[in-house]
Structure formats: C-alpha cells, structure tokens
C-alpha cells in the first residue's frame, strides 16, 4: 500500500488553525481563574528591573544584586510579570487565602489542547493548553507565526470578558522608559474587554475607569465611543445611588 503523500505547508497550517479554533469555541468558558482566586492583568516592564539590568551592563554582571527571582538564564527579566511571580511565591509561602491568576497560568491548568499535527498528519502532544501555545512558535510550518499572537490576543480578551469580581491590573514602562504603547494586548485587548465586563465588582470597575483615561487616545474611534457611553451611564448610575 503505497505511503500517504504528505501535506503541504499551507494546507497543514490550514489544518492546525481549524483544530484551534475549534478548541477555543469549546473550551472559552473554562478561560478564567479557579473558584475563589483572582484575575490579575499586566504589561510592560518594571523600572527597578530595568534600572538594575542596565547597571549590571555596564557596571559588571551581579553589581546590582537583582533578586534571583527576577533571572531567567542568567539575566534580569524586565517584564513586569516577574515581579508578579516572585509576588505570587510570597503570597503562597505566607499562605494567603486569595491567589491572583495570570492568563499562562490559567491555561497551565487546562489539560486539554488543540489537536495539532504534522506535514504526515502524525499528531503532537502537550501537557497543557499553555505548553501548546509556548511551542508553537517553534514550528512556524505548521503554524504561522501571525496567527500565534493573535491566538494571544483573542484568548486575552476572553479572559477578560470571563472575570468576576474584584481584578488587578498592573503596568509598567515600554522599552524607553514612556508609557506602554497602544499595539500591546492590555491596552487593545483586556483593557477594553474589562471596562465592558459587567460582573466586575464596583471598586474594580472604578480603579479601570481612571486607568482607561491614560489610554483612551490609544483605541480606534468605534472602541472610545462605547467606552465613553459606558462610563457616562456609570457615573449617571453611581450620581443616582445604583452601583
């Protein structure tokens, strides 16, 4: 019997994006933190970090003394969800009753994955939906690189309509020290999904409604209109006593 002739690029990559998307339509509802821990939603870097991964440039590696947390490989991570790791491990060891859940986390726990295969239709496997996605950049024939980040983009923003209750939220600075632009998934993705999300708790939904400001120049003129709408009736709400 002669050897299936196997598939080409395109149609490979055609096939793993079905697998996808499939996988995300059934399993959307399970995007969100465990029962009783909290959402907690970033970007950017932290400034410590980069101040002290800038002075172990020039000054000569360890002449800043970087808490170990803070290292990947050998060198200082700027990005701010390493200080929320080393936060987490703090939390956990002082045995606090609420944890904070970031996206990667939550897709650690998820078992399951899409079905994802190679040009001889031979099938991969993961241990989790978040080992899938950090992977798949290794295999940009099978799956195109684009479309990887907008999986981040798209699974982000159902995080963030998924949420309930009280959520954090924490930026940091771009890679020149300014604010963080609007091309990052937080300013165009969650952000805009959390201020529509009516299953925040008030205090949550007060602390996003001045965070937005600092960010409202940065959404398309569709997305500004609805968040503007939406935090007229808050306030008109809040003037007449409803939270």
Not at 33 to 57: C, R, T, V
């Amino acid at each position: 019997m002669p050897s299936k002739k196997p598939l080409t690029v395109s149609q490979v990559q055609k096939q793993n994006i079905k697998f996808l998307n499939e996988w995300i339509s059934k399993n959307k509802s399970k995007i969100k933190p465990k029962a009783g821990n909290k959402a907690i939603f970033y970007s950017g870097n932290s400034i410590d970090s980069m101040i002290k991964a800038i002075k172990e440039e020039f000054l000569g590696r360890g002449s800043s003394g970087a808490d170990e947390d803070l290292r990947k490989d050998g060198e200082i991570v700027t990005g701010i969800y390493k200080q929320i790791e080393k936060a987490q491990k703090n939390l956990k060891e002082s045995k606090a009753p609420v944890e904070y859940e970031m996206l990667h986390q939550v897709l650690s726990r998820i078992r399951s994955h899409p079905k994802f295969i190679d040009q001889d239709s031979v099938e991969k496997f993961f241990a989790s939906a978040a080992e899938y996605l950090d992977e798949l950049k290794k295999f940009p024939k099978l799956f195109p690189k684009p479309v990887v980040e907008k999986t981040w983009t798209q699974l982000s923003g159902i995080y963030a309509q998924n949420v309930e209750g009280d959520v954090e939220t924490i930026t940091g600075v771009a890679d020149d020290f300014r604010n963080i632009g609007g091309d990052k998934i937080f300013v165009k993705e969650e952000l805009a999904r959390l201020i529509k999300n009516k299953k925040l708790s008030k205090a949550s939904k007060e602390k996003l409604s001045k965070i937005i400001g600092l960010y409202m120049a940065k959404f398309d003129n569709e997305t500004k209109k609805e968040i503007k709408a939406i935090l007229k009736e808050r306030d008109k709400l809040k003037k007449g006593g409803v939270n």
